[in-house]
């Protein structure tokens, strides 16, 4: 029987590390118009999970031998501090794939589940780390119109839309989506017609202004690490579920 180390356990004063993990979600980071990299973010059979990269000089292969929902194992690789200022997972460390690093597909594990939502008191309590991209679920409210930012240009990247969330306990988050995002939002929420519209929000982000823990806001975070590789696996963002008739 194989022995795999917990992925909660990889840090960079040890070499050979063997893991076995699900590949949760793949994408593209553009360095130029010729370079890309490749992010992953892997989560072990306890839920654990962890930001990967792979280099650009094999990002093209093994994107194409990669998917979302795979489970795969991984030996000979780098393990490196996470010093990100925005990280989709909130491990210490982030895996690196290199040229010696083996990568192999395996059988479906029984898996503990990878995400978690984050409770609402903790965001209005200031209790979250920024630096790390949040899930959450809630109750649509009060949704704006999708503006253009910048009128004297038709860009999709100008695109914003503001929105409430608001849990069961009433509490009331203020939300904005942005470029690609906020038409894929206002899309999905006025096809569901009439009634309540909860919204599950994945790896957003929680920010700050006018320098006040209370002034915040939830909203997509770009530089490309929302835009999907291969498969349209944006798990949480866009799935918009009507509760009531």
Known sequence: MKFFHDLELINPSIIGWYVRLRVVRSFVVHLNALSKIVGLV??????????????????????????????ITIMRFGVYPNSNPVRVTCHKFKICFFKDTVVRKTTVVVANPHYTLTYFSSIIDDEIDTSVLINLVGAIHDVGEVENTRRTQNIVNDLR????????????????????????????????????????????????????????????????????????????????INIYS
């Not at 072990?44 to 990669?66: L, P, Q, R, S, W």
């Not at 700050?208 to 963002?237: E, L, V």
């Open 42 to 71: 892997l989560a072990d059979e306890h839920g654990v999970t962890v930001d990967a990269m792979i280099e650009k000089e094999f990002a093209d292969y093994d994107n194409e031998f990669i998917d979302a929902g795979d489970w």
């Open 161 to 240: 839309i503001c929105f409430k969330l608001k849990n069961k306990d009433n509490c009331v988050l203020e939300c904005l989506a942005s470029g690609k995002q906020a038409l894929d939002f206002s899309q999905n929420y006025h096809s569901r017609g009439s009634g309540v519209i909860v919204a599950v929000l994945g790896w957003w982000k929680l920010d700050h202004y006018f320098d006040c823990p209370k002034n915040m806001q939830i909203c997509t975070y770009s530089f490309n690490i929302m835009k999907i590789a291969k498969r349209n696996t944006w798990f949480f963002m866009a799935y918009y």
